[in-house]
């Protein structure tokens, strides 16, 4: 079927053709038949590629200029989010049968926000979390929301981000209760189940743009599901080698899967002979620039190093380690086909689509910190499978496994290619804490009573699949818990939040957290000190990452221990904390703010850049978290400090370089520089010249400028010029040197 022939506006078929699409693949049809476009709420279950998004997109649409809705896309990761934004935002600024403009927004970060100004927004794409902490605040425009998007609904299976999807599903029934549930899915069996529960229809589709062929690899063959076999040439002797040159020789791209972050980066390097041989001279002088530009914005590491290394041979390598921005030149040059192979590990797989003409499982075992290595589900093998084949570019995609023997092979052939993935199961009774959804339930104004708090919560997936029987007693328990914890009181027969329970809500963090914070704020340890309110946050249940604890860091650890003991909450006979992963993960933003270099971090502490900014991220939220509750516990005297702790955190630096780095495009490195040459407040920058700056290594003329523009003083006309004839015009566009290819 072609757009043209839809029964939509003409507007929408406008804007739909505009991004490139003509006409419907099969799965697309079934979903528009089924009734999506007349307000149906649908289940959308198909393989990865094959079209959901272009349904939500038409959907929306429609949604806006015939009714005048407004849209919510929630999506699992930031990244996801950005990927969707980047795509929706070719409708900012179409005019809208009101005579108003289209308006398009993104929405992830800052749980501690009202977030009003999405008020009149019109197409909204944000994380679970961050939709989470919006219900929480109660904007009143959720109630105008006509359509909500789910995507990736079967994470609902996820320990992780199932919860949270789970409850913000069942909290959107109410607050938005007029809207119309579009649900995203990959093929699982038990997809009919969530439409029930969503009281949707459901349209399931095996179809794909590109065929995809399972396969397992063995003795340079290729056994495919169907009896098909290829035979492999042997031109360098090592399988991994030999099969990157069979695909790259053809004009494909090859995905590796592999179990750790080590083995990602070893077997890159050793596949970059493979790439060097089948590179034009063109791409050879382009993956040179992209090589050189790894080092322009952020701090130099082996990580990147070796990035930069592989880079420049047409390969790369992919996981939570790197650095964003690293993570986004490797997407973006992948996409773009200049990276040839590109060797990843697992946690790829749920993330931003990234196809390839094949895709190859090195191993089906993932490494787990409380079980070991384990064997991944089927269900994550069809979604690494599912990224074999580009459409537009590949005939046919190929998911080959790489097996040891004659009987791997088999195993692997039944218990993964031949297998249906597994059926969704709700994982909100594994929740660490049904009593965060509860007090948000109540925060959110959806619950006053014992009966309407039962309510909400017997309509969840997993009352549906199990029953409320056994959830029951854990949702009571969790009301006791917040009532004799101060964030909830019986009042007029029912109960709502206390002023403590409500900002505990708003600032999205679990109440044992806000809790813990209390007790450390009451029982501080001999000596209160910066290690003390670092050890508060990383001893509570949402710091992350936690760094656990490896054989060889149990001296440097024990050390730290030793030699703090009167800064730290050390454990009592009754309570079975690890704290030494406490300790290990405090020690790292230690060494951060002590300005440790972030090599020497990743060496000691085992953090990587990516590990190191997700922590950073993560203590800031916390810190600002407990200076925000202290005034409810009578802390206010600890304000100041946890204050002056959150800034040193986010940027990375000891107290006397906090003046310097609050201006825009000074870092951590760069304010270090400017404060050992003598330039250590802004009175000192604003008396200074540009040609003074200049002399300050990390500061170019640019920036030199930029500074002088920020801090005040006078320029001189040469200066002046050099503002004039910059790219970059704010100060902000040059925030700590980011550099985007």
Known sequence: MEIRE???????????????????????????????????????????????????????????????????????????????????????????????????????????????????KDIIVATYEKCDSIIRHRPPWLASVSLVVLDEIHLIDSVDRGPTLEMLATWLKSVASKAQVLALSATIENCGEIAEWLDAKVVVSEWRPVPLREGVFLDYEITYANGEKVSVQREFGEPHLDLASHVIRDGGQILFFTETRRSAVAMSRKLTPVTWLNLSSAEKRKLAELSSSIHQSVERTKLSEALSSVLARGAAFHHAGLHNQHREIV?????????????????????????????????????????????????????????????????????????????????????????????????????????????????????????????VFSSTFLAKQRGYRNLKPKVESSLAYLIKEGAAMWKNGGFVETGLGRRIAELYVDPSTAFHFRDCMNFKPKQFSVISMLHMITSSIDIQPVLYTRSSDMPLVEDFISEHKQELYLITKDEKRLIQDEVKTLMTLWFWIEERGEDEIADMMGAQQGDLYRLVESAVWLLYSARELAPFFGHKEIVPKLGQLEVRVRHGVKPELLELVSLRGIGRVRARNLYNNGFRTIQTLRRSSVSDLTRVPGVGSKLATKIKAAVGGKLKSQALKSKRDEIQTTLEDFDEGISRS
């Open 331 to 455: 997407e973006t040059y992948f996409k773009k086909g200049l990276i040839k192979v590109l060797v990843a590990t697992p946690t790829l797989a749920a993330g931003v689509n990234l196809p390839a003409r094949t895709v190859a499982i090195t191993s089906l075992r993932r490494y787990d910190h409380v079980l070991g290595s384990k064997e991944i589900s089927t269900m994550e093998y069809k979604q690494m499978a599912g990224r074999a084949g580009r459409p537009r570019y590949d005939k046919v995609g190929d998911a080959i496994i790489f097996a040891s023997n004659k009987n791997d092979a088999e195993y692997l052939m039944e218990t993964y290619i031949g297998s249906s993935p597994e059926p969704v199961v709700s994982k909100l009774g594994a929740a660490q804490s049904i009593a965060s959804h509860v007090l948000a339930t109540i925060a959110a104004g959806l619950a006053h009573n014992t009966e309407e708090l039962h309510q």
């Open 6 to 120: 839809l029964p939509i506006s003409e507007h929408t078929k406008e804007l739909i053709v505009k991004c490139g699409y003509t006409s419907l693949y099969p799965t697309q049809e079934l979903a528009f038949k089924a009734g999506s476009l007349e307000g149906e709420n649908l289940v959308l279950a198909c393989p990865t590629a094959s079209g959901k998004t272009l349904v939500a997109m038409v959907v929306m649409l429609e949604s806006i200029f015939r009714n005048g809705g407004k849209c919510l896309y929630l999506v699992p990761l930031r990244a996801l989010a950005t990927e969707k934004y980047s795509e929706f935002k070719l409708f900012h600024g179409s005019k809208k049968p009101n005579g108003g403009s289209l308006r398009v927004a993104i929405s992830t970060g800052d749980y501690d926000s009202p977030a009003s100004h999405l008020a009149n």
